[in-house]
């Protein structure tokens, strides 16, 4: 099976831009759907961006998502870095059964 | 309001045998799938498997085949993930997870508050 390989860690101040990438190690990115999920620290992860590029509902439009078939990669970015963003970030795929696969994560820090 | 409500924390010994739950609600829970997620203390997130309650269809992680059992009661909509001979290596938090999308496995568009077991002797 594949593996979803990311950062272990970004940091930015308020206000910035951050984007980290989701490398998938065989096969193509685009050919499954990738998610990303937010998870801050003592709760359950939640969904922020589905179907690649889809914000979840109640997300705000400071997250996106995208995929790189160049790279064979996706990425989510948060643009407006607010405290209430730091948390774990997760993305996810499935394989050709539909059995999920779920990235390394990312500690996301807002300095 | 769909909701999934887990089992409360377990701390077992070495060997034990532990079946947690999840109550699903707010929803058909026949029509969509149920996942089961571990995060061991410290680190990522851990795909097991999942069950359609509607026909009970499985698919297993292939890390996970062969060490957990999950299973479906459509009665009580609750779902379940068995755990045998409990290991220190088994301490996690273990959620519930229910796929989006109606009937298709892509993302998860709700959690559970998750059920802390502990091993130890």
């Known amino acids: 099976n594949f593996m979803l390989t990311q950062p272990h860690s970004v940091s930015e101040s308020p206000g910035k831009t951050v984007t980290f990438s989701c490398t998938r190690s065989?096969?193509?990115?685009?050919?499954?759907?990738v998610q990303w999920y937010q998870q801050r620290p003592g709760s359950s992860p939640t969904t922020v961006i589905y179907?690649?590029?889809?914000?979840f509902f109640g997300v705000p439009d400071r997250f996106s998502g995208s995929i790189d078939s160049s790279s064979n990669s996706a990425s989510l970015t948060i643009s407006g870095l607010k405290t209430e963003d730091e948390a774990d970030y997760y993305c996810?795929?499935?394989?050709?059964?539909?059995?999920?696969?779920f990235g390394t994560g990312t500690k996301v820090t807002v300095l | 309001e769909v909701q999934l409500l887990q089992s409360g924390a377990e701390v077992k010994k070495p060997g034990e045998s532990l079946n947690m739950s999840c109550q699903g609600s707010?929803?058909?829970?026949?029509?969509?799938?149920i996942a089961w997620v571990r995060q061991m203390p410290g680190k990522g997130l851990e795909w097991m498997g999942v069950?359609?309650?509607?026909?009970?269809?499985?698919k297993y992680s292939p890390s996970f085949q062969g060490q957990v059992t999950i299973s479906a009661d459509q009665s009580t909509s609750t779902t379940y993930l068995q755990l045998n001979s409990l290991k220190a290596s088994d301490t996690a938090i273990y959620y519930c997870?229910?796929?989006?999308?109606?009937?298709?496995?892509?993302?998860?568009?709700?959690w559970g508050p998750g059920t802390l077991v502990t091993v130890s002797s």
């Open positions: 179907e690649d590029d889809q914000r």
């Open positions: 997870a229910r796929y989006g999308s109606g009937g298709h496995l892509v993302y998860f568009d709700s």
């Open positions: 996810q795929s499935y394989d050709s059964s539909h059995r999920g696969v």
């Open positions: 069950i359609y309650p509607g026909d009970s269809d499985i």
């Open positions: 707010g929803y058909i829970f026949t029509n969509y799938w």
């Open positions: 065989s096969g193509s990115i685009a050919s499954n759907y």
